[in-house]
T-cell receptor, first 115, second 115 residues
């Protein structure tokens, strides 16, 4: 098992551009989460999928953000019309319903810098 | 509302000594789970240890142990025999109420191990 993978690892973009991040969870995991982490802070929940259904969205997820998990496997997080305040690490995590502890398995993150 | 508080922004410890990282939590739920994660400079969140609210024994995983004091709502992480590779950011987290499995994180503590 290769774990959770995220792509790209780093993205530098100009304000106003659109960016898309991809997350490939652990293959047998049905739950997928996106978090945002700014420097020196803990991860903040953005959204959650169970299979292909997006079941919860944080109020942090403005209209410029959209996430999909079309076939219940990989997920994408798109940010439209990026702003400097979007600069952060975007973390993806996955888990399996009914796991022994319910721990989330995280990828290495996608770091976004908006100039 | 559920909340995790980590009051130590930064900690230093001498190599081979033990260190305690503090975590307090707030919840009205009777059943909950508490987690500790390590985040090295590479960015990946690494699961360390889990404590369930009904677990009678404090959790241990190798050099990590969790000092769970339910009445005080604290779940401190103890790292014994610190190693240079333990230098990282450490996050305490709680599983949110409901059935999403999402975690709520504290602000983290940066640990530096001195040789």
């Amino acid at each position: 098992d290769t774990g959770v993978s995220q792509d790209p690892r780093h993205k530098i973009t100009k304000r106003g551009q659109n960016v898309t991040f991809r997350c490939d969870p652990i293959s047998e995991h049905n739950r997928l989460y996106w978090y945002r982490q700014t420097l020196g802070q803990g991860p903040e929940f953005l959204t959650y999928f169970q299979n292909e259904a997006q079941l919860e969205k944080s109020r942090l997820l403005s209209d410029r953000f959209s996430a999909e998990r079309p076939k219940g496997s990989f997920s994408t997080l798109e940010i439209q019309r990026t702003e400097q305040g979007d600069s952060a690490m975007y973390l993806c995590a996955s888990s399996q319903t009914g796991g022994s502890t319910g721990e989330l398995f995280f990828g290495e993150g996608s770091r976004l810098t908006v100039l | 509302a559920q909340k995790i508080t980590q009051t130590q922004p930064g900690m230093f410890v001498q190599e081979k000594e033990a260190v305690t990282l503090d975590c307090t939590y707030d919840t009205s739920d009777q059943s909950y789970g508490l987690f500790w994660y390590k985040q090295p400079s590479s960015g990946e969140m690494i699961f360390l240890i889990y404590q369930g609210s009904y677990d009678e024994q404090n959790a241990t995983e190798g050099r990590y142990s969790l000092n769970f004091q339910k009445a005080r709502k604290s779940a401190n992480l103890v790292i014994s025999a610190s190693q240079l590779g333990d230098s990282a950011m450490y996050f305490c987290a709680m599983r949110a109420a409901g059935n999403t499995g999402k975690l709520i994180f504290g602000q983290g503590t940066t640990l530096q191990v001195k040789p």
